[in-house]
């Protein structure tokens, strides 16, 4: 799951963390090898997909509307959690009280810093249920 600024994002269908080591590559004539490269800075973003639509069942998430609102009012810089969920069960409804995150996959660690929104777009076809990105880039570190 998707937090920002610790509240889940509504209706989401896919998440996505991107973690891109920019690498500082220098060779000369006496690097019979190869090129040597250290890695520079750490570039990352975070994406994520939703359904957008007025459910009042996901009160306690972040909707398309408020995700505009932030974006439009040129909210600085929002604190990003990918974590996973110890109550996420296929087919049940979000918990009453919403999500949280806790780290309960050792094969997924959490991971946070601070993005800012780069871009929201929303697909609205002929079929199906109107569809949000929404796409952060990271201002700091990744931890």
């Not at 780290?103 to 997924?108: I, L, T």
């Not at 959490?110 to 201002?139: C, H, P, W």
């Amino acid at each position: 799951m998707m937090f920002l600024d610790g509240t889940a994002l509504a209706l989401a269908t896919n998440h996505t963390l991107n973690i891109n080591p920019q690498i500082d590559e220098t060779a000369t004539k006496d690097d019979a090898l190869g090129p040597a490269g250290d890695i520079d800075i750490v570039d990352w973003d975070v994406s994520a997909d939703s359904v957008v639509g007025a459910n009042a069942d996901v009160s306690n998430e972040l909707t398309y509307e408020e995700l505009i609102a932030a974006q439009l009012s040129c909210a600085a810089v929002l604190g990003v959690v990918m974590d996973a969920v110890p109550d996420a069960v296929q087919d049940e409804a979000v918990p009453a009280a919403g999500w949280s995150g806790g780290n309960v996959a050792a094969s997924y660690p959490k991971r946070s810093g601070q993005a800012m929104i780069s871009e929201i777009a929303i697909e609205a076809s002929d079929e199906g249920f109107a569809t949000m990105n929404v796409q952060l880039a990271g201002t700091g570190p990744l931890s």
